[in-house]
């Protein structure tokens, strides 16, 4: 499974960027995609998912201002992000909770991308 992402890129504080990611390969089943995103010292954190069901879980950060989508056919996964501040900055991760197949089925397993970087200026 290969994870390629895009539209990362340098900002001004109020502006709106768009996250895309396609996932490939073999992908039968999946609990989750999402996006995650490292600051400079800090660990990886969660910035939103969206699950197979259709259920979807923001980080308090993102909520109200970040709004993710994912197209099951099409293994993508988009992160809109509006009203971006400093505290944005970060190297953004896509990431796919892939069922795997038999024989190791039901058990997940994480799929990263390489990372997009978003740099919002004051």
């Known amino acids: 499974v290969q994870l390629q992402a895009s539209g990362g890129g340098l900002v001004q504080a109020g502006d709106s960027l768009r996250l895309s990611c396609v996932a490939s390969?073999?992908?039968?089943?999946?609990?989750?995609m999402g996006w995650y995103r490292q600051a400079p010292g800090k660990e990886r954190e969660l910035v939103a998912t969206?699950?197979?069901?259709?259920?979807?879980k923001y980080a308090d950060s993102a909520k109200g201002r970040f709004t993710i989508s994912t197209d099951d056919a099409k293994h993508t996964v988009d992160l809109q992000m509006n009203n971006l501040t400093p505290e944005d900055t970060a190297v953004y991760y896509c990431?796919?909770?892939?069922?795997?197949?038999?024989?190791?089925?039901?058990?997940?397993?994480?799929?990263w991308g390489r990372g997009t970087q978003v740099t919002v200026s004051s």
């Open positions: 990431n796919i909770e892939k069922v795997l197949e038999r024989p190791h089925w039901p058990y997940p397993k994480d799929y």
């Open positions: 969206g699950a197979s069901d259709g259920s979807t």
């Open positions: 390969g073999s992908i039968f089943s999946y609990n989750s």
